[in-house]
């Protein structure tokens, strides 16, 4: 059967614009690992990689005001391999994510986002994901990060053994355009179980077993109590497994000048 992102958005829409799930209190920043941007060196690359990757480590950084997200790439770099620039705009090594008038995406918006791993809705997915905050927002613009492996554990009990399904590579047939593509939405990275998924995919076929399974990530993604909720503070940068853990922010005020930049691996 053949289904459309009308089908999955419309089902968290209600909840992501409500006051409940955008004002609550923040769970703090206990889940991170904390780093000095002096520890980044080549010296402890596969240590910092390894630990994002395959164990699901999430760091936190803090840089000087001075700096320039230029050097702050180079550095980035220098650990997590060449950043993937083909959607950002110009080409550029990162996207600034903040609101501007007549948004396209969500990401150029004020609104509050649905939850999801970058890209996807695509076959494949960055590995790695930095956020930088360079300008806050006096109210609102959380952070959200949702655990990929505890949705695989809420799954199973349900469904068991179907869940299976999800890892194999066709299980969901992508329509864009004149171009079809299968993708899976589960994978094993060693210990760990990633995932691939966003509301947003905009046309897709599968079978109604599988689209139920969706629908239950979809709902669970979006529940509070499976939620990290948080609120990076200017200059800091967080960097995470962008197949371990889904993200999203909060809405927050349309003047506001809250700038992001947004760092693929």
């Not at 890209?119 to 790695?128: A, C, D, L, R, V």
Request: glycine share 4%; proline share 2%.
């Amino acid at each position: 059967m053949i289904y459309n992102k009308l089908n999955l958005f419309e089902e968290i829409k209600k909840t992501i614009n409500s006051k409940e799930y955008n004002i609550r209190k923040s769970s703090g920043i206990n889940f991170t690992k904390k780093i000095e941007k002096e520890k980044i060196t080549l010296e402890n690359k596969k240590e910092i990689f390894n630990n994002i990757y395959f164990n699901g480590t999430i760091y936190l950084t803090e840089f000087d005001t001075e700096e320039k997200i230029d050097e702050i790439i180079i550095l980035l770099e220098s650990v997590l391999g060449k950043t993937i620039n083909n959607k950002n705009k110009y080409n550029n090594k990162y996207e600034i994510i903040t609101a501007i008038e007549n948004p396209q995406w969500f990401f150029e918006s004020h609104y509050s986002q649905p939850v999801h791993t970058d890209e996807g809705h695509e076959k494949i997915q960055p590995n790695i994901l930095a956020l930088y905050c360079k300008e806050n927002s006096e109210f609102g613009g959380d952070n959200i990060l949702v655990n990929s492996k505890l949705i695989y554990k809420l799954l199973i009990e349900k469904y068991g053994d179907k869940v299976d399904l999800l890892f194999h590579n066709d299980c969901i047939t992508c329509i864009k355009k004149n171009n079809e593509f299968t993708k899976n939405i589960f994978l094993k990275i060693k210990e760990n179980i990633g995932i691939s998924f966003s509301p947003l995919i905009n046309e897709f076929k599968c079978t109604q077993e599988i689209y139920e399974m969706l629908k239950d990530i979809n709902y669970l993604i979006h529940q509070k109590e499976n939620q990290i909720f948080f609120k990076l503070k200017e200059n800091q940068c967080i960097i995470f497994s962008n197949y371990l853990y889904l993200h999203s922010r909060t809405f927050f005020p349309k003047n506001s000048k809250r700038t992001l930049y947004r760092i693929w691996f």
